[in-house]
Every structure is written in C-alpha cells, then in structure tokens.
C-alpha cells in the first residue's frame, strides 16, 4: 500500500497548547463542573481521544439545553462516545457541537497561519511576513462553511472577516479570555497532510 502527501487549506481558528488547555478547562467549569481542574480536563481529553481524534465541544449558545439533560461531563461522554442522539434535543446538541483537530508533525508537515491580523508577524527584510509556522500540538477548530472562493460566492454564508469571527465567537467566546484577539486567532491554515 503506497502513501502520498496532500495539500490541505481552511479558515481557522488557532490555539497554542496552553490557550487550549485553558480553553478546555473554561468550557468544564461552565458546562458540567464549576470546580474543574486539570485532572478533569485530562480525563475528557483521554476519554475522547479513545474513541476519536476529535475532542467534542458544546457550543455556548447550546448549554442551557445540554445542563439539564446531561447533569456530569461522564454523562455527556457516555451519549456521545456511542452515538446515542435519539430525541429532538439529542439532535440539537449534536448539531452544536464543534470539534478541535490538533496539528501534529507527525501527521502533517509546512503548517503555516495566516493571522487576519499580522501585526505580531516577524519581519524579514524589512517587510511584515503574512503568516507564521504552526507549532505541534497545535488546536485548530475550521469554519463551519467552506471559505473556498468558489464557495463563498457560490453560497455567501460569510460576507466579511468579521462574520467568520463571530461563527467562532458564538461557538466558544465564552470559554476564551475577555481580551482574546480573535483577529490574530482567526485566518487560514495551510500544511501537507500524509495520506
């Protein structure tokens, strides 16, 4: 069986390692256990990763049905780990879920971002280079709707910079820091996926 090496491009946003872990644990506090730590994280993490390379998230504007129907984080595990979404709000929760891939240098090669905002960029020979290598380890979390030029004028599901931003704001802006700067998170990832 033979292997090749592909191209693979999409709108993201970006978290370093840390900013994820943080992330994670926010999102735990909120959703199932105020007092979380990062032995919960840890467990979450483990308990995904057994069953897939994604690690789910309930979007923000789903958790109001989610704590009722799922008291504990083992509880949510348990329904999503087999698939079992039956009733109406089942469905709705599956729907509003959004996923994280981490970028792993095993797996991928010549990672680089494309920040909105390059202000924090490197320079090189006096000129601000528009993107920076993606580190492993690496979280990515892919717009909703393809940002393919073709796609967007084809479906028009985002109009500006600033409604891609708000896709991701409403899918996990509570779980980020106030002063999160979204415009240096968000922008388009590239690298070489082995295949």
């Not at 994670?24 to 993490?45: C, E, G, I, R």
């Not at 504990?72 to 599956?94: E, G, R, V």
């Not at 704001?169 to 070489?192: N, T």
Request: charged share 25%; with cysteine; glycine share 4%.
């Amino acid at each position: 069986m033979s292997g090749y090496w592909s191209a693979m491009t999409g709108t993201a946003l970006i978290l370093s390692p840390e900013e994820y872990d943080n992330m994670l644990l926010n999102y735990l506090k909120t959703a199932f256990k105020p007092d979380a730590n990062k032995k919960d994280a840890s467990h979450y993490m483990d308990s995904c990763e057994e069953f897939s390379d994604e690690v789910p998230v309930i979007k923000v504007s789903c958790l109001d049905v989610i704590k009722p129907l799922y008291s504990t984080m083992d509880a949510f595990l348990d329904k999503w780990q087999n698939n079992a979404y039956n009733s109406n709000d089942d469905i709705s929760i599956a729907k509003n879920l959004v996923y994280f891939n981490r970028y792993n240098t095993d797996e991928y090669s010549g990672g680089v971002f494309y920040p909105i905002d390059t202000s924090a960029n490197e320079e090189f020979n006096g000129q601000r280079i528009p993107y920076f290598d993606v580190a492993n380890d690496s979280e990515l979390m892919y717009t909703r709707f393809s940002t393919l030029s073709i796609d967007l004028l084809k479906d028009k599901h985002y109009t500006s910079n600033d409604d891609i931003i708000n896709e991701f704001k409403d899918a996990i802006g509570a779980y980020l820091p106030d002063d999160f700067d979204w415009e240096k998170h968000v922008g388009e990832f590239r690298c070489a996926a082995y295949a």
